[in-house]
């Protein structure tokens, strides 16, 4: 599919016929500010290449099988950009490719379509069928939805988890914490496919703060340490559908 979509993709491209990409474009410096941050913490080695970009894929394969190589994976995905959709191409960052487009899934995408009538047209040596500001308009509405049918995607999954778990209050799971802030941390429970928090409420043996630069949360006291990427054993303390919440507390036992 991959490979489909590109050869499409660099087969419209150089015929110079106005069309729809798909882009990913690389992350922002600021953006990978606190993964930096995170290797010095965690004291990764890497070596920034001649043009100073990190290089991410060794530094993966570096961490594969480590303790922390969840927590590297979490942090890099929040620093990536967000694929779109546009008429002028600017690569596709994720996928290591220089010209990418949406082909190969007509029932689903509609940007699929612009592409099969783009491609026509050039076989058939016809007129482009779209300008290049039409197709900026509409990749722009499309990329737009496209956001707005993951959210509401995202909140219905939630939703049917939060049900899941209704009967389930007061079984515990083992988990591995997937974010953390100043009010709580997230387990991704690692039987099913769920997420919770632990709010900082639940946890009755310290006052913990929030160590927002080494993405962990440290005992006053007891200097007990909760960072992403840590297993936790949780109990199900909390689900409530309308609000769509699930509590999780630390198993005691």
């Avoid at 099969?116 to 737009?144: C, F, G, T, W």
């Amino acid at each position: 599919m991959i490979a489909a979509n590109e050869a499409v993709a660099v087969f419209v491209e150089s015929h110079k016929v106005p069309s729809i990409y798909r882009v990913h474009e690389p992350p922002e410096k600021e953006k990978l500010f606190d993964f930096q941050r995170l290797l010095a913490t965690l004291s990764i080695e890497y070596k920034k290449d001649a043009r100073g970009r990190l290089p991410l894929q060794s530094i993966l394969q570096r961490v594969r099988n480590k303790d922390y190589e969840f927590l590297i994976n979490r942090i890099l995905l929040r620093s990536m950009k967000q694929a779109k959709y546009s008429a002028t191409n600017k690569g596709h960052f994720g996928l290591a490719l220089t010209s990418y487009t949406h082909f190969t899934s007509p029932i689903r995408r509609y940007p699929d379509l612009i592409c099969h009538r783009v491609l026509k047209s050039v076989i058939e040596k016809n007129a482009p069928p779209y300008s290049e500001q039409d197709l900026e308009r509409m990749a722009s509405h499309l990329s737009e939805r496209e956001r707005v049918a993951m959210e509401a995607e995202r909140e219905l999954e939630d939703r049917i988890r939060v049900l899941f778990m209704k009967e389930r209050v007061g079984e515990e799971y083992e988990g591995v914490i997937s974010h953390i802030t100043s009010y709580g941390f997230f387990v991704e429970l690692l039987d099913v496919f769920v997420e919770g928090i632990v709010p900082l409420s639940s946890l009755y043996d310290d006052y913990y703060a929030f160590q927002e630069d080494k993405f962990r949360l440290v005992g006053r006291r007891t200097r007990k340490v909760y960072r992403i990427g840590d297993h936790v054993k949780v109990r199900v303390s909390m689900a409530d559908v309308e609000t769509n919440r699930l509590h999780f507390e630390l198993s005691r036992r």
